[in-house]
T-cell receptor
Framework: EDQVTQSPEALRLQEGESSSLNCSYT??????LFWYRQDPGKGPEFLFT???AGEEKEKERLKATLTKKESFLHITAPKPEDSATYLC????????????????FGQGTILTVHP | GAGVSQSPRYKVTKRGQDVALRCDPI?????LYWYRQALGQGPEFLTY????????KSGLPNDRFSAERPEGSISTLTIQRTEQRDSAMYRC??????????????FGQGTRLTVV
């Protein structure tokens, strides 16, 4: 069974204080790893897709990296508007190499950035 | 439409009643997903369609839950004989790709179901 564990559960930062969020995963065959941002009362908003170990993607103050067992979301010089819950999800290959649409999510990391 | 649209946004129902939750995906999106999200948790997979075909329903909790997408566009998630434990946020998502092509999923605002 696919499993995703995110840490820490909550993170408080001062504006400008860089840090990283962790996503550890167990999956039979990784097709893709996704990062989403979720604001209170809203649906998850897509950030990145990573496909293979060693891959990195960047968007503004965010950079996502991937190894064979985990992914990190690095936040450089965060601002208060970066405050949100960050969700990690994996999509696995099915039996015989076919892929399935199912995403397995972690529980999320609640990030709060204080001015 | 511009995004995934779900209706109603809020639904309060009495225990034992049936409810139908609607999802209108982004135009042209082949894949459609239903998730359930408890407060403080990530979304939990329920079921997945490619066009009108239900490819995976392994996440449906029991046989009171069903979903359909008869014309490959709008989908309905139906919960029969609702119970208090069914109270949750139900989220729909759609993506452009089929099973052979990985594309990101876009989520709707969700339907908050409360069973009293």
């Amino acid at each position: 069974e696919d499993q995703v564990t995110q840490s820490p559960e909550a993170l408080r930062l001062q504006e400008g204080e860089s840090s990283s969020l962790n996503c550890s995963y167990t999956v039979s065959g990784l097709r893709g790893l996704f990062w989403y941002r979720q604001d209170p009362g809203k649906g998850p908003e897509f950030l990145f897709t990573l496909y293979s170990a060693g891959e990195e993607k960047e968007k503004e103050r965010l950079k996502a990296t991937l190894t064979k067992k985990e992914s990190f979301l690095h936040i450089t010089a965060p601002k208060p508007e970066d405050s949100a819950t960050y969700l990690c999800a994996v999509q696995a290959y099915g039996a015989g190499g076919t892929s399935y649409g199912k995403l397995t999510f972690g529980q999320g990391t609640i990030l709060t950035v204080h001015p | 439409g511009a995004g995934v649209s779900q209706s109603p946004r809020y639904k309060v129902t009495k225990r034992g009643q049936d409810v139908a939750l609607r999802c209108d995906p982004i135009s042209g999106h082949v894949s459609l997903y239903w998730y359930r999200q408890a407060l403080g948790q990530g979304p939990e997979f329920l079921t997945y369609f490619n066009y009108e075909a239900q490819q995976d329903k392994s996440g449906l909790p029991n046989d009171r839950f069903s979903a359909e997408r008869p014309e490959g566009s709008i989908s309905t998630l139906t919960i029969q004989r609702t119970e208090q434990r069914d109270s949750a946020m139900y989220r729909c998502a759609s993506s452009l790709g089929t099973a052979g092509r990985i594309t990101e999923a876009f989520f709707g605002q969700g339907t908050r179901l409360t069973v009293v």
